[in-house]
């Protein structure tokens, strides 16, 4: 049995910082590709990022590069996301989410997250 668990979001005032982490509890964190999902009210969840079973590999959603970076560490089962330069846009839920396969790039996630709320203020 998989588990993911995401913390770390707030309410945070444009151009300021925050850091998402999300705990995968179960077996096989460093076999699997992880990735990052938000959702914002009424949209589609969209893609963020996403990061290679070793960390060798990490892809972004264009609207994110050079501002998000994501990270992982096998020591503590946990993935990363350190947004800066927020923008009232990136208001959304984040999830996270367990790739089904080993491969890279993802081609689907199998386990997700409750989500955490984000949201940047003008």
């Known amino acids: 049995q998989v588990q993911l668990i995401e913390s770390g979001g707030g309410l945070v005032q444009a151009g300021g910082s925050l850091r998402l982490s999300c705990v995968l509890i179960?077996?096989?964190?460093?076999?699997?590709?992880m990735g990052w999902f938000r959702q914002a009210l009424g949209k589609e969840r969209e893609f963020v990022a996403a990061?290679?079973?070793?960390?060798?590999?990490?892809d972004y959603a264009d609207s994110v590069k050079g501002r998000f970076t994501i990270s992982r560490d096998h020591t503590k089962n946990t993935m990363y996301l350190q947004m800066n330069s927020l923008k009232p846009d990136d208001t959304a839920v984040y999830y996270c989410?367990?790739?089904?396969?080993?491969?890279?790039?993802?081609?689907?996630?199998?386990?997700w997250g409750q989500g955490t709320q984000v949201t940047v203020s003008q």
């Open positions: 989410a367990r790739s089904e396969g080993s491969t890279w790039p993802p081609y689907k996630y199998a386990y």
């Open positions: 179960g077996r096989g964190f460093s076999l699997y590709s």
């Open positions: 990061i290679s079973r070793n960390g060798g590999n990490r």
